[in-house]
């Protein structure tokens, strides 16, 4: 049986940073279900609105890294108009966002990974289940043939997004009555792709609560525009992403039939309690665990800072336990910055406390 000292589960952001860093030094396999061999075009790639935001534009600047022109959309726009249905009012905000191809982004990030000759990539591949023992792992990985194969590793990574397997395994094994638990709520995003002929020169921000008590969103990317809600899990998802539908086509925007549609699970954590980082010899990052804004849905930043942190901890380990304790340790900030987005999100998702800041008019501007 093949033994890695890493495995690590999805290649999303988290887990090509994580394979990246520890892969200075530590034998790492990715493993991503999906078939990277397809040409981006397809567009089989994760539901995102595909906004860098400036933490994550400092991180990457951070990282050393600089984005090649493929993975930039048009148009880049500064500005974000708020349009909020529960107070009938609405105001633009300057937004200093990269408007980027998330399927591209996604390559680009893994074929940093793989530049280091110690990342092997097992892509078509989905992580089925695990065993932890004390001195290793063992990982049973499911082909796209069906065929069914068992690798050891020294320690196994969940950066497998908001849906994690590695999550709920842990949290059935491990949180118990006695154990302490990491609550977290789960959304259920719709996105859905118009073509338009005039692109918009602004993202929208839409806020009703008859459709979420999170919000809405348009986003202008390349002769299309992508209309997302985030709905609680369990509630008439459909339905009420209709209705939204009909409420911005009340408001003016002409959307027709969509060309695409894409869904995904979206975590919103309740703040730095939400965050799981793992057990023994089995770790999370990215949004696996927890790491994503409460208020404003962004996580590509946490998912990118998240991994660096857990692929050091790795390089510089000894024992599981090391390994946890310098992992903690390094996203300390990033656990405080997730207790500041959740108290913002306690103003922005209050009609009234949004209200009385859109009527204040503060850190808004005027737009022809
Ligand atoms: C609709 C929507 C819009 C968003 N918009 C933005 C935005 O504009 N800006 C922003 O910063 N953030 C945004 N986010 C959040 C952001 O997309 C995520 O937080 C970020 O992608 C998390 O990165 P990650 O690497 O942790 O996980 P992911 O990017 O989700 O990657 C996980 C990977 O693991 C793979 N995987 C899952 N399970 C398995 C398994 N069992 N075996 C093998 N592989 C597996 C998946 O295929 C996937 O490739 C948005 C999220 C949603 C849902």
Redesign the pocket.
Known sequence: MDMYEVIV???????CMLAQTAGKRCRVLL????DLHVPIEDGKE??????L?PT?QEVLAKLGLALPKEVLETPQVFAIRAIDYDTNQERYYPKHYINIHRGAFDRWMLSEALLSPRVDLCDRT??VGFTPYETHVEVTLREKNGSVRQVKTRYLVG????AS?VRRHLEQKYCGPDEPRFPIRRYV?L?QWFTVEEEMPYYVALFDQRVTDYYSWMIPKSGHVIL?AAIPEGKNVRGRFQYLKHRVQATGFSLGTPVREQG?I?LRPYGPGSVYLGKGRVFLA???AGF?SASS?????Y?LSSGTALGEALLYRKTPEETETLYRKRVLKLRWGLAAKAMKSVIMYSPKLRGAVFRSGLLSMDVK
């Open positions: 589960v999805g290649a999303g952001p988290a887990g493993v991503e279900s999906r994760k539901s995102c609105g595909g906004l935001n994550a989905t992580v950066t497998d997004g908001a397997l995003s996105q997302g995904a979206l990215g949004e696996a994503i849905e962004e996580g590509i930043s998912a």
